[in-house]
């Protein structure tokens, strides 16, 4: 049986590290993604039992799920939609919705209104992400919402940094950007509810944008990419058992394109993990900058240097995995080490990228 285990113990630390770290602000727990592969139903408990009592999505169908289990939780959809179906659905939830645009106001301002009721939402406003979002410079279309549409009750506002992970100096201008905005509405004569603009790298690198909340995701998982300073713990790793132990000949080769041969007779244990399961899988390079393409020529000439060894511990000891990995089997040097079919093994996968595995809390 392969499986994700997650530390429920290590979870809860991290979760109370991030609550301290915050203090007063409050915290909507990002859930999108099925709760960053390790499951939103689980996962949102444990934040809930833990004082985190509000929540963002993504999709509908995790709403729905957070609506089951806490009837009276704020939830955040952090998609803006104008689509009338998706918008009946969410007032049905009783969901806090995103407006991102004059259009999106104007369809949940009118459906609101056709139910006699008055729709919850925040204004989301692009600084830079180039997803959703009103420009700062679309002011005018932005005071028309509290001018004119009744039916739209805003509680809040938000923006999203797109470099908070690697550029203090771009996040910086986005802070500004959006703290000028905020400051040009209420000197308008208008409230704009809660200021939130952090997400979970920003939340770390910059305690001073907390404003009146922050958004965190990844942070709970301990999994940012930068080395941070809260003490954080890596969440989650992979499971399976040893399908097959053999003995290989010198010369003998081991997986696609034969990139491994034997220079001698060792022992070779076959485990059910393969890159379908999310084990050695990478997030592609979408980028196509010079510096992008530049940075990835020269992973590649230290790898042809020096080859990057994938471990996976058998035992508690560490094994290096020989040849390609495949869909769902791996194979691995067990010279020396005392272990048989049917033996557990595991290894580092990141969960966003896990499939065909059961997830289970420890």
């Not at 990844?218 to 969440?235: D, M, Q, T, V």
């Amino acid at each position: 049986m392969k499986s994700y285990v997650v530390e429920r113990e290590a979870l809860v630390h991290n979760i109370q590290t991030i609550r301290r770290f915050a203090g007063p602000v409050p915290i909507w727990g990002v859930l999108k993604g099925n709760g960053y592969g390790i499951g939103l139903v689980p996962f949102s408990r444990i934040l809930h039992e833990n004082g985190i009592d509000r929540f963002a999505v993504t999709e509908i169908r995790e709403a729905e799920q957070l609506r089951e289990q806490f009837p009276d939780a704020p939830i955040l959809m952090l998609r803006s939609t104008a689509d009338p179906a998706e918008i009946n659905e969410l007032l049905d939830l009783n969901v806090i919705l995103s407006v991102g645009s004059y259009d999106t106001a104007v369809a949940i301002n009118g459906i609101a209104a056709e139910r006699s009721t008055i729709a919850e939402v925040h204004l989301c406003i692009d600084t830079g992400m180039g997803r959703f979002g009103f420009f700062p410079e679309e002011f005018d279309k932005i005071i028309s919402l509290y001018e004119y549409m009744k039916s739209l009750a805003i509680t809040g506002i938000y923006t999203h940094f797109h470099s908070a992970f690697c550029n203090e100096k771009a996040t910086k201008q986005q802070y500004d950007a959006f703290y000028a905005l905020i400051k040009r509405i209420n000197e308008a004569g208008y409230e704009t509810g809660m200021a939130h603009c952090c997400n979970s790298h920003a939340f770390v690198r910059h305690p001073e944008m907390h404003m009146d909340a922050v958004r965190i995701g990844s942070a709970f998982l301990g999994r940012l990419s930068f080395k941070e300073r809260l003490g954080l713990k890596k969440i989650g790793y992979a499971e399976c058992t040893i399908d097959a132990v053999r003995e290989l000949q010198k010369g003998q080769t081991v997986g696609y394109g034969a990139t491994f041969r034997a220079k001698g007779q060792m022992r070779v244990a076959v485990i059910g993990l393969g890159w379908y399961n999310g084990f050695t899988a990478e997030r592609e390079n979408d980028t196509f900058r010079f510096r992008d393409c530049l940075r990835g020529v020269l992973k590649n000439l230290k790898y042809l240097m020096f080859p990057r060894k994938i471990l996976v511990s058998v035992g508690g000891k560490k094994c290096r995995v020989l040849g390609h990995v495949g869909m769902v089997h791996a194979v691995v040097d067990v010279n020396g080490i005392d272990c048989a079919v049917g033996d557990r093994v595991t290894a580092e996968v990141n969960p966003l990228y896990i499939k065909g595995l059961r997830v289970q809390y420890r």
